[in-house]
């Protein structure tokens, strides 16, 4: 852990949430996710991004000390796919079953996760 490069986790934070910004925006999933999740219209309050962000910034503090201080692309790359469709969207997929939520709003929310941990991971690799 005395390895673990701060500053790398949190570029690979704020790349994320870019990403994130990029994957809920008008322009992509964010019609289809609002559809999916069965709402009217989507104005979260300022907090969620706040609380948001510090929970990226916990994944990618996380997923840097997985990867070790100098990970390979591959094995970045690998290993956040392993994190982002076999931990974090599956343990989605068992939640929204049981709740109810449809298969469409769980493919674009596990997508977007799969998606932020290959970004963080690809951040943690090169930085």
Not at 86 to 100: C, K, P, W
């Amino acid at each position: 852990m005395e390895d673990l490069n701060v500053f790398s986790a949190v570029a690979a934070a704020i790349a994320a949430f870019v990403f994130g910004a990029l994957w809920y925006s008008p322009l992509t999933f964010l019609p289809m996710w609002i559809k999916a999740a069965e709402l009217e219209d989507h104005k979260p309050p300022p907090q969620v991004f706040g609380i948001s962000f510090v929970m990226t910034i916990v994944s990618a503090l996380v997923l840097a000390a997985l990867l070790g201080p100098s990970p390979s692309l591959a094995d970045a790359l690998t290993t956040s796919l392993l994190l982002g469709a076999g931990l974090v969207m599956a343990s989605m997929g068992i939640n929204y079953q049981f709740a109810d939520r449809g298969t469409r709003l769980w493919l674009i929310d596990g997508g977007f996760q799969i998606g932020r941990f290959m970004v963080m991971g690809v951040v943690l690799a090169l930085l």
